[in-house]
């Protein structure tokens, strides 16, 4: 247990609290080959935002992971979709989370959405010695903002540039197809299931046209992660549902 | 140059246990029971915003009486302390024991080597899967740590708390019940202690991941009524 003094105490951040304690990860010092998660969607829609990714992570040709979830809680009221190095990823997940909880714990209330995003820009921002390395980390952060009652979405560059998206936003290796379709099918004030519809629907069509992307596999009943999240909070897409969405989506197909 | 007077170390002890103690009477009490569901906190503490009690871990809390500054530094490390053994081993490895004890060495170390005591007495609490290994730790301000089953009462007026708790207690009692009981001996004969009073605070099993809750005063009332 460490007692702070006033001028070197880390305050109510767990990331400096880790480094004044001497735990981080050092970068890696030339470019390595590690297993990439790829398409993640998220959108707003008139209840707050839904968030979606597939389940496949690749290293190089190969899958090395058919069930990665990369679609994240992050808090009661906000998640975390991630492309790019599935480790560092994971990894920044982890911190981003227990980053939200340990401030919420230290100061008795829970940061602004505002606050979490910018805190997700930094995070990012601390990846990129690594990022340079071929480890780079692109999240997108969706959240329900309680102050003015609405959904809101953020994307991020390697460089931790945040950007406020008003309607939707894709990343990932499969983003250019599954981007296309939100951007054709998005209106204001979707309903829930139109909403979880369309991402279904993206996903698809980036699975369909990138191998990196994992379509839903009803052979060992993967399905993509979905996930809403609203003024009652994060609540995820049961699997029965979607292959419920899916089904109907390989008919319409079929029947073209 | 002036030599110190020698003062022997049996005096000196009593010394700074009485000024510790003196310190810690002036405050308010503070009561931890066991209910079915978990443990139940209660302080008595008109302040809505300068906690007594707060939430350490998953199924762990902290609960503190005397200086405010001093617990205060105390739960923050202890939050420091549970947040980084939960990510570096895992969620499953933060336990009260091992706080309490953490806690224990570094307020008996102040006690010892720092030239004032902490005028502070703390309760760690953690409630287990079952009643059996709920936990109540109350830790002294010379670090004295005291494993304590059913209640644990801290701060100002203790014996007193203590001993209309022991005699109002009833194992098994619901939330409702144990909030009655600690207010009963919190206020004792001759006072009338209403919500606003009151800080309360519960570590519930079945809760999800996070045990801790707080009960915000019109709970609190409508549980008394």
Known sequence: MHLFSPDNNPGSSFVNLLTAVGVHAPAPESKIDVPHATTCVALRYADGVLMAGDRRATAGNLISHRGMEKVVQADNYSGVAIAGAAGPAMEMIRLFQLQLEHYEKMEGKQLSLEGKANQLSMMVRGNLPAAMQGLAVVPIFGGFDLLDGTGRLWDYDVTGGRYEEREFVATGSGSLHAGTVVKVGWRTDMGRDAAVALACRSLWEAADADSATGGPDALRGIYPIVATITSAGWQSVDDAELAGVFQSIASEVQAR | ?225
């Open chain 2, 1 to 225: 140059m002036s030599m110190p007077f020698y003062v022997p170390p049996e005096q000196q002890m009593k010394d700074r246990a009485d000024f510790a103690r003196k310190g810690i009477a002036r405050g308010r009490a503070l009561v931890g029971v066991q209910f079915d569901q978990g443990i139940l906190l209660v302080a008595e503490n008109p302040s809505s915003t300068l906690r007594k009690v707060s939430e350490i871990y998953d199924r762990i809390a902290f609960a503190g009486v005397g200086k405010y500054n001093e617990f205060d530094q105390l739960r923050q490390a202890g939050v420091r302390a549970a947040d980084l053994t939960g990510y570096q081993y895992s969620r499953l490895d933060v336990d009260a024991r091992s706080l309490a004890n953490q806690y224990a060495q570094i307020m008996g170390q102040i006690f010892t080597h720092d030239s004032k005591p902490l005028e502070v007495e703390i309760l760690v609490a953690e409630v287990g899967l079952t009643a059996d290994e709920d936990r109540l730790f109350h830790i002294l301000y010379d670090g004295t740590v005291m494993d304590e089953t059913n209640f644990s009462v801290l701060g100002g007026d203790a014996e007193a708390i203590s001993e209309r708790m022991s005699s109002n207690f009833e194992s098994g009692c619901n939330l409702s019940g144990a909030l009655k009981c600690a207010l009963a001996a919190l206020a004792g004969a001759d006072r009338q202690l209403s919500a606003d009073d009151l800080e309360v605070a519960t570590l519930q099993r079945g809760n999800g991941r996070r045990c801790f809750t707080r009960v915000v005063d019109a709970d609190v009332a409508s549980l008394l009524a």
